[in-house]
């Protein structure tokens, strides 16, 4: 009994699995990911694919304890990634983090920003479409952060 169950399982799952991949990947283009961290999220901006700009993320990593070491660059990096992740980007550019400071809820937070883009598709390269340009760190401004990560909650 129990192995027809888990046949049964199995079987909805290979059903199943060919129909999410669909829809994930009905826009996205070739895979990018930064070997350092894992993660689509560079320092930089990305000037051999063209892409749009989907918008600003801001992430805030906090520290568990006073005694907790200082934020990675790593752990930074996903955390941007997930809000990139959930406004439908395919990479996160111009990422930027300060130091950890002392807040009223925590002892000690970074915030990291960056913007998120989609790459175009072939299809949309070859019917003429152009890709933005994001803007460098140094020209980020509190104004575009504002109301960063609304859309994605």
């Known amino acids: 009994?129990?192995?027809?169950?888990?046949?049964?399982a199995v079987l909805a799952a290979a059903v199943a699995l060919p129909?999410?991949?669909v829809y994930a990947d009905n826009h996205k283009a070739e895979k990018v990911v930064n070997e350092e961290v894992?993660?689509?999220?560079?320092?930089?901006?990305?000037?051999?694919k063209p892409y749009k700009v989907?918008?600003?993320?801001?992430a805030g990593v906090r520290?568990?304890?006073?005694?907790?070491?200082?934020p990675s660059q790593k752990k930074i990096?996903?955390?941007l990634w997930e809000r990139g992740e959930k406004m439908d980007a395919d990479a996160v550019v111009n990422a930027s983090y300060g130091d950890s400071h002392m807040t009223a809820f925590s002892w000690g937070k970074t915030n990291a920003l960056g913007i998120?883009?989609?790459?175009?598709?072939?299809?949309?390269?070859?019917?003429?479409?152009?890709g933005d340009t994001a803007?460098?760190?140094?020209?980020?401004?509190?104004?575009?952060?504002?109301?960063?990560n609304q859309k994605s909650g």
């Open 63 to 70: 520290k568990a304890t006073i005694f907790s070491k200082e």
């Open 54 to 58: 989907v918008g600003p993320v801001k």
């Open 1 to 8: 009994m129990k192995t027809r169950i888990f046949a049964a």
């Open 116 to 130: 998120a883009v989609r790459f175009l598709t072939k299809e949309e390269i070859a019917a003429g479409e152009k």
């Open 77 to 79: 990096y996903k955390e």
């Open 135 to 148: 803007p460098a760190a140094a020209d980020f401004t509190e104004e575009m952060f504002e109301n960063a």
């Open 19 to 21: 129909s999410t991949a």
């Open 38 to 48: 894992g993660v689509p999220v560079f320092p930089y901006d990305i000037t051999d």
